[in-house]
């Protein structure tokens, strides 16, 4: 019998079917989905709008390669002028994030002429090689040296580090507004306007890497937007096709003027299926306010959250992130409270080595925010009773 490769720890859960911010397991037991395929189902499980544009564009064609035009590409392009910045005119699809982040750095090698870049501690880009290359993790990148680009890795959110590394050999750097699987470290916005200076200065590239914290995720549509800059290469992925699986490369004008034929190529990137996905995600995304209702949702589930951090300052360090991208530091492995939350009912992730991390749609109600609050104060009590934990920080 062929067997799995498990490259990630099972949950000991085995779901069957999905609705909104909701999933259900064999036995008919309901979860809240805060996980919700890291991110990528920021529209929710089965959302009517995209799933019904998927069958309808299923009886037309679903199998083209780039290379040929479709009414189904030009209305995916007019719909991403309604949220890309204009100066980002030129985009190329792709099917993951991992694919874009390697597109985004060949454009910047090829165009710079340069071989160096610069990727911050605890950034997280990709498992290809290319972008594994730009991600910090030293148990990710084990064994797989020597990588294709000659990387840099500054301390995150240090000025002084990029206005003193970032010179004339940089080819580009890449940088995610908040940090997902680094623990949700949150950009300031002096770090990413010194980012946005030096590149500015020495002819480098700002990449800025969206693929988790786009789309509406952190109450913008693009995470960057709150600092009032504007990246030459842009990444995104995971919410654009409301979980169909979908990503892009944005480049700036002057940037995408100088690609050729043959510089990159998907067969399956920007097929027509994944099209359609996107295109109807956008239309949810400004259509149902999606984004007003991140910010309004998502601070009322932080503030309950930094209750709880006042209540239990001897387990809770901090709470971390923007819209409906939260999470809680804790001060020991919170890996029995992610395994506690689930039998509690809510299905949540990891980030970094202390964080859990919280990704649920943004059909989550006040009712759902309650259940996870009173869950983890219940899972901290049982924790501080049975003097499990090992404090680390």
């Not at 008919?28 to 189902?41: E, P, T, V, W």
Request: charged share 25%; hydrophobic share 40%.
């Amino acid at each position: 019998m062929v067997r799995l490769i498990q490259f990630y720890s099972p949950r000991g859960l085995k779901l069957s079917r999905a609705e909104n911010q909701y999933v259900w397991d064999i036995n008919g037991k309901r979860y809240l989905d805060c996980h919700a395929q890291y991110g990528s189902l920021f529209l929710g499980h089965k959302n009517m709008k995209i799933i019904n544009a998927i069958k309808e564009q299923l009886d037309k064609i679903y199998g083209v390669y780039p290379a040929f035009d479709t009414d189904v590409k030009e209305k995916a392009l007019e719909s991403l002028s309604k949220i890309l910045p204009k100066r980002l005119e030129y985009v190329y699809f792709l099917n993951g994030g991992g694919e874009a982040v390697e597109l985004s750095l060949k454009i910047t090698r090829k165009l710079t002429g340069r071989k160096r870049f610069i990727s911050f501690i605890n950034a997280f880009h990709g498992r290809t090689m290319g972008a594994l290359s730009v991600t910090w993790n030293p148990r990710y990148r084990e064994g797989y040296d020597p990588f294709p680009w000659d990387v840099k890795f500054l301390p995150y959110n240090k000025v002084e580090e990029v206005e003193r590394e970032v010179d004339d050999n940089t080819a580009g750097v890449i940088v995610e507004v908040i940090q997902g699987e680094g623990g949700l470290n949150e950009a300031s916005i002096e770090f990413l306007k010194a980012i946005r200076e030096s590149c500015d200065k020495t002819g480098a590239q700002m990449i800025v890497d969206e693929v988790q914290t786009g789309f509406g995720r952190t109450g913008y549509i693009w995470a960057y937007q709150y600092a009032g800059i504007e990246p030459d290469i842009l990444v995104a992925g995971k919410s654009l096709g409301g979980g169909f699986p979908v990503s892009l490369t944005a480049v700036k004008t002057e940037l995408g003027e100088k690609l050729a034929e043959g510089d990159h190529g998907s067969t399956f990137g920007g097929n027509p299926l994944a099209l359609t996905a996107l295109t109807a995600s956008i239309n949810v995304l400004l259509e149902d306010n999606v984004v007003e209702k991140t910010v309004q949702k998502g601070s009322i589930f932080k503030k309950r959250l930094e209750e709880i951090k006042y209540e239990y300052k001897d387990v809770v360090r901090e709470v971390k992130g923007r819209g409906l991208m939260i999470g809680v530091e804790t001060r020991f492995d919170p890996t029995e409270i992610l395994k506690r939350l689930q039998d509690n009912g809510v299905i949540s992730l990891k980030a970094g080595r202390l964080v859990v991390r919280f990704l649920p749609p943004y059909l989550i109600t006040s009712e759902d925010i309650e259940l996870v609050v009173e869950a983890f104060r219940r899972i901290l009590n049982q924790i501080r009773e049975e003097q499990k934990y090992k404090p680390l920080a």
